[in-house]
T-cell receptor
Framework: AQSVTQPDIHITVSEGASLELRCNYS??????LFWYVQSPGQGLQLLLK??????LVQGIKGFEAEFKRSQSSFNLRKPSVHWSDAAEYFC?????????????FGKGTKLSVKP | ETGVTQSPTHLIKTRGQQVTLRCSSQ?????VSWYQQALGQGPQFIFQ???????GRGNFPPRFSGLQFPNYSSELNVNALELDDSALYLC??????????????FGSGTRLTVV
């Protein structure tokens, strides 16, 4: 079955420091990949998505992600973190439906930002 | 363009009771999916409705049921509530079931607490 692994449950970075959140996927075909962000008590907002072409994709709020097929990874990065980036981040892979649904999510990485 | 709206935002129910959660999809979207997000977990697919028909179901028991109406709004019904049903329930809409390509638009969710 398809799956998504986010190895880091919780990450703390200082404001202004760079950020990288890891995501590994297991999928039999060319994957469609997504990063979502969830602020406390809120739904999920799409940050960026990848489905073909340039392996470095740009998203909203200054985030970018790089698709590496050889490593089955789709890591999220930001050069300089702002306090407002504190939230939970979910990586997801698009699936052709079935019992897992259209999107399969990782368990998330909670980001804390130190002043 | 309106987003996805869910009601109520919070709900407390007693074990054994029944609950109905409501969702209005984003304008122009004809597909609604429901996800359950337990504390500290990523969203888990419950089911999807496309043009008023169930179009995929996750590993949830039959006491989880749904409806989609001609205006593409949707309901999630849960019978015989159990303590483990306590979670954030997320409604997500997409066009023509294409969430695996384009992602979803999520609502802010309904926080259900079963006591």
């Amino acid at each position: 079955a398809q799956s998504v692994t986010q190895p880091d449950i919780h990450i703390t970075v200082s404001e202004g420091a760079s950020l990288e959140l890891r995501c590994n996927y297991s999928y039999g075909a060319t994957p469609y990949l997504f990063w979502y962000v969830q602020s406390p008590g809120q739904g999920l907002q799409l940050l960026l998505k990848y489905f073909s072409g340039d392996t470095l994709v740009q998203g909203i709020k200054g985030f970018e992600a790089e698709f590496k097929r050889s490593q089955s990874s789709f890591n999220l990065r930001k050069p300089s973190v702002h306090w407002s980036d504190a939230a939970e981040y979910f990586c997801a892979v698009g699936s052709y439906g079935g019992s897992q649904g259209n999107l399969i999510f990782g368990k998330g990485t909670k980001l804390s930002v130190k002043p | 363009e309106t987003g996805v709206t869910q009601s109520p935002t919070h709900l407390i129910k007693t074990r054994g009771q029944q609950v109905t959660l409501r969702c209005s999809s984003q304008s122009g979207h004809n597909t609604v999916s429901w996800y359950q997000q337990a504390l500290g977990q990523g969203p888990q697919f419950i089911f999807q409705y496309y043009r008023e028909e169930e179009n995929g179901r996750g590993n949830f028991p039959p006491r989880f049921s749904g409806l989609q109406f001609p205006n593409y709004s949707s309901e999630l019904n849960v019978n015989a509530l159990e303590l483990d049903d306590s979670a954030l329930y997320l409604c997500a809409s997409s066009l023509d079931g294409g969430a695996q390509f384009h992602g979803y638009t999520f609502g802010s969710g309904t926080r259900l607490t079963v006591v």
